[in-house]
C-alpha cells in the first residue's frame, strides 16, 4: 500500500512519515489478531469466509485499488481515511455488540483497539488536511 511508495513518502511533508505507516500497520496486524482470538474464545472459526466477511472484501477492494503507484498521495490518504472511518465505526460497533452481549472484557480490549484507531484516524485526517492545503497552495501559486 502506502509502504510501496517511498518516493511519495519522502517528496512530500505533509505525507505520511514512514515509521508512523509502518507503526499503524503493526497496529492493525494486531488487532486483526486480537479479532482472530475473540473469535476463537466465542466458538467462531476466525478462517471462515461468511457472506458478511464476502462482502466486507469487497467494500474495502475499492480502498486497496485507490492506494496504488498510479495515484498520488493525496488519493491515496483520502482512502486510507475511508479506511480508517470504517474502522473506527466497526470498533465502536464492536464494543456494543461486546457489553450487549454481556462480554465485559472482550469489551475492554475492543476499547484499547478503539483508542489506536481513534489515533490513527486523528493521524490520517491531519496528513489529508496537509496534503491539500500543500496542493491548494500549489495551484495558487
Do not use: C
Not at 477492494?61 to 475511508?82: C, E, H, Y
Not at 464492536?94 to 490513527?120: K, M, P, Q, V, Y
Not at 491531519?126 to 496534503?131: D, E, P, Q, S
Request: net charge negative; no cysteine; aromatic share 2%.
Amino acid at each position: 500500500m502506502l509502504l510501496a511508495r517511498p518516493p511519495a513518502l519522502g517528496e512530500r511533508p505533509e505525507g505520511p512519515t514512514r515509521a508512523k505507516l509502518e507503526t499503524l500497520l503493526r497496529e492493525e496486524a494486531s488487532h486483526l489478531a486480537m479479532l482472530a482470538r475473540a473469535f476463537a474464545r466465542l466458538g467462531a472459526d476466525p478462517t471462515a469466509q461468511t457472506p458478511a466477511a464476502d462482502v466486507a472484501a469487497v467494500e474495502s477492494s475499492g480502498v486497496l485499488k485507490v492506494i496504488d503507484p498510479r495515484t498520488d498521495l493525496a488519493q491515496s490518504l483520502d482512502a486510507l481515511l475511508v479506511a480508517e472511518l470504517t474502522d473506527n465505526d466497526g470498533w465502536w460497533l464492536l464494543i456494543d455488540l461486546a457489553r450487549t452481549l454481556g462480554h465485559d472484557e472482550l469489551a475492554n480490549e475492543f476499547g484499547r483497539a478503539l483508542a489506536e484507531e481513534e489515533r490513527h484516524l486523528a493521524q490520517v485526517r491531519g496528513r489529508v488536511a496537509a496534503t491539500t492545503l500543500a496542493e491548494a497552495r500549489a495551484s495558487a501559486g
